[in-house]
């Protein structure tokens, strides 16, 4: 799955043109790479998205096309959170 689908779907970013935009300045990597929004995630690849106020690292532990609001959070383990 893509990235920016990804964090879409898994309601990390609020919308795809976010992340989107996110990805293409810099602000997301993924496993320790800067990664563009077309990047494909697998099962076990680590994220990290900078945010104004800090960052957030999480694992991802499913790809699902699309899932229910209250099953977003099972899409992913957060490792760490500043």
Do not use: W
């Not at 795809?16 to 800067?34: D, F, I, L, Y």
């Amino acid at each position: 799955m893509r990235l920016d689908k990804f964090l879409k779907v898994s309601r990390i970013l609020k919308r795809r043109t976010v992340a989107q935009e996110a990805c293409q300045s810099g602000k997301v990597e993924v496993n320790g790479r800067p990664a563009k929004p077309g990047c494909q995630l697998k099962v076990g690849d680590t994220v990290c998205v900078h945010f104004a106020g800090g960052a957030l690292t999480f694992r991802v532990k499913l790809v699902r096309e699309s899932v229910r609001k209250e099953e977003a959070d099972s899409m992913y383990e957060i490792i760490t959170e500043l």
